[in-house]
């Protein structure tokens, strides 16, 4: 059962990697975390872009050399219908990851993440559409994605579990006074998809950028992905409570943006600074290391494989210290 599950440490991967070759991506993603994490790789296609591979199969919807899209308002299904097909150029990485993992016959559980309809409805508004019904597309568009990547996914895998991510960069620009939706609205799409994700595997929300944690926590993730960061500390009754009640919380302890790390010492250093301000909030440090799931902060498309190496050898070292405590507390006299 979920609110079970204790991952005290393991590590998964965040959003897109830099490698040219699906196969060596997926190799690498099965051999580099404790959940691999289904690679998308924009520099081997642009077709694999997180709004790029969202837009697939959807009618009027053109992908341009670059990543961009284009839309003929006219030709757009208002309804949402995709014709997915996992030979689309959008899902080269995804056929890569299932043929190796059935190859080195692989059980384990698998993570994946896909765009959500908040980040998606506020491309197709930049893409011509109209506000008054770009969400409605996007929030159909995101189920039908979603229910055909679960269905495929257990399909090549069937005795492994899934993790889900709804990952919504824009997230943070909800409340914002020129916004296209009101909070609830937004929060409501987010929570449709969730929704439907629930049913069949784990249900996280991803957001790599400044946003309240009250909204993203009102969407009802099991997992909440965020960057380890100082603003967190302002939402450490919110946060605290999320994990009392059940939920999980995937920090993501190594920066990938600006300078990379060279040791874990740094990285370290952060993480357990907000998890010592959230112990002398209330939280219990036996329950924050026993609800932690690791990763990098966000993707690393835009870097070259030798760094995906250096971040995620961090992100492992950081999971194994983590670990290394729980041990130690669970060990020691009164805890």
């Known amino acids: 059962m ?20 699906a196969v060596a991506a997926a190799r690498f993603s099965l051999s580099c975390g404790d959940v691999p994490a289904v690679p998308t790789l924009p520099r081997r296609s642009p077709s694999e872009g997180i709004i790029s591979q969202a837009v697939s199969g959807m009618r009027g919807v053109s992908v341009g050399q670059y990543g961009s899209i284009s839309v003929d308002v006219d030709a757009l299904d208002r309804d949402g219908q995709v014709d997915v097909d996992l030979h689309d150029e959008a899902y080269g990485s995804l056929r890569a990851f299932l043929a190796e993992a059935r190859r080195i016959d692989y059980t384990g559980p698998v993570k994946w993440q896909f765009v959500g309809p908040v980040t998606l409805g506020i491309a197709l508004v930049r893409a011509g559409v109209p506000a008054t019904w770009a969400f409605d597309v996007a929030v159909r568009s995101v189920r039908a994605h979603v229910r055909w990547l679960l269905d495929t996914i257990e399909a090549a895998l069937p005795v492994s579990s899934q993790m889900v991510f709804i990952d919504e960069p824009s997230f943070g620009e909800v409340g914002e006074d020129d916004f296209h939706l009101a909070p609830d609205a937004a929060i409501d799409l987010v929570s449709t998809a969730l929704a439907l994700v629930e049913r069949r595997a784990v249900a996280g929300l991803h957001c790599c950028a400044a946003a309240d944690v009250a909204a993203l926590l009102a969407t009802g993730p099991q997992v909440l992905s965020v960057p380890v960061a100082r603003c967190l500390e302002d939402q450490a009754a919110r946060l605290i409570r999320f994990l009392e009640d059940g939920g999980v919380i995937c920090w993501g302890a190594v920066p990938t943006s600006g300078p990379l790390p060279i040791s874990v010492e740094r990285p370290w250093r952060d993480l357990t600074e907000l998890w010592a301000t959230l112990v002398r909030r209330g939280a219990d440090p036996m329950m924050l290391r026993h609800r932690a799931l690791l990763s990098p902060q966000c993707g690393l498309g835009t870097h070259t494989p030798q760094a995906a190496e250096q971040v995620f050898a961090l992100t492992r070292q950081v999971g194994g210290r983590v670990r290394d405590q729980g041990m130690a507390q669970s060990v020691a006299p009164g805890a």
């Open 2 to 21: 979920y609110g079970q599950w204790s991952p005290q440490g393991m590590v998964t991967g965040i959003g897109s990697l830099p490698h040219a070759s």
